[in-house]
């Protein structure tokens, strides 16, 4: 197995644990509101991944460890903007 496949789905890139009951981002473009071609093309899931087919999950590390690259203008940031549920919006 190369070692940059990630057989287990639960854990994230970085082999923290990840999915419920984790902290952790769902980065899933199909539902993402503002995938256009422009936004897409300059989102750190595009051009480290290509558009995933599937959604991926990120523990808080990662997506905090890109938002450092991100900051220091080595990689796009997270463009991902997802709707809010309905437990969103009771719990605020």
Excluded: F, K, Y
């Amino acid at each position: 197995m190369n070692q940059s496949e990630n057989p287990d789905p639960q854990r994230g890139a970085g082999n923290e644990a990840c999915g419920p009951g984790a902290n952790s981002v769902v980065v899933d473009c199909d539902t993402c509101l503002v995938r256009s071609a422009a936004a897409c093309g300059d989102c750190v899931v595009t051009v480290l991944l290509g558009a995933p087919p599937e959604g991926i999950l990120l523990a808080d590390s990662e997506v905090s460890a890109l938002d450092v690259l991100a900051h220091q203008g080595l990689v796009p940031p997270l463009r991902l903007v997802t709707p809010l549920t309905s437990r969103d919006i009771e719990a605020s």
